[in-house]
């Protein structure tokens, strides 16, 4: 007979921290990520003012597509936090909607910054053509495979990880709101790529 191990704190608070393991791990997890896009902007901000010449990103981006993705991602952190209030009022039905809000706006997203990408590739501006192209792509290609990861997690738990919902109502909830501290981050990198990529002006 094999005894039943229950790990610690999956639902209730550490007395140490103050949140449960879930919660303190994704803290943890995008602290590393703060230092990952932290460099990133750090590089961009050296290689800008080191250089000679800057191109303006008003002037080669699509910046008003890219502001239409500001919206959606705004939007979609709003979806994210009211699936996340659904639960915590016992209602299934309305997290489903408003979760599934969320990953139609992170696919928005996408198809949005791909005819951006197509057009950019059908102007040759393409990574070796400039500096700023070469930060352009790399910034907004890994921001965009992080809407990608958001949304296969978001997607998981609106099918089938939301059975465990019937079994572990708390730990569910739990899973979405560390879930949503995620997806908000991404959407905060957006918000800081938005006017440095596309709206400040060249020298």
Excluded at 114 to 141: C, D
Aim: aromatic share 14%; charged share 10%; with cysteine.
């Amino acid at each position: 007979m094999s005894a039943h191990i229950e790990i610690p704190y999956n639902m209730d608070e550490r007395p140490d921290t103050g949140l449960y393991n879930a919660k303190l791990g994704v803290w943890l997890f995008l602290a590393s990520e703060v230092m990952l896009f932290g460099a990133l902007f750090s590089s961009y901000v050296l290689l800008r003012t080191g250089a000679s010449t800057w191109e303006a990103g008003h002037l080669i981006l699509n910046w008003k597509l890219a502001m239409v993705n500001t919206f959606v991602l705004i939007g979609s952190s709003v979806t994210m936090v009211m699936s996340w209030a659904a639960l915590k009022m016992n209602n299934l039905a309305k997290f489903k909607l408003y979760m599934g809000l969320t990953v139609l706006c992170g696919i928005a997203f996408l198809v949005i910054k791909g005819i951006e990408y197509a057009a950019k590739f059908e102007h040759g501006l393409l990574p070796n053509q400039s500096t700023f192209m070469a930060i352009y792509f790399t910034m907004t290609g890994l921001h965009g495979l992080h809407v990608i990861g958001g949304m296969i997690v978001n997607g998981y738990l609106l099918g089938p990880g939301s059975k465990m919902w019937a079994t572990e109502p708390q730990r569910f909830t739990n899973r979405i709101e560390v879930a949503g501290l995620y997806w908000h981050f991404v959407d905060l990198v957006w918000i800081f790529l938005f006017p440095t990529l596309y709206l400040l002006p060249g020298k």
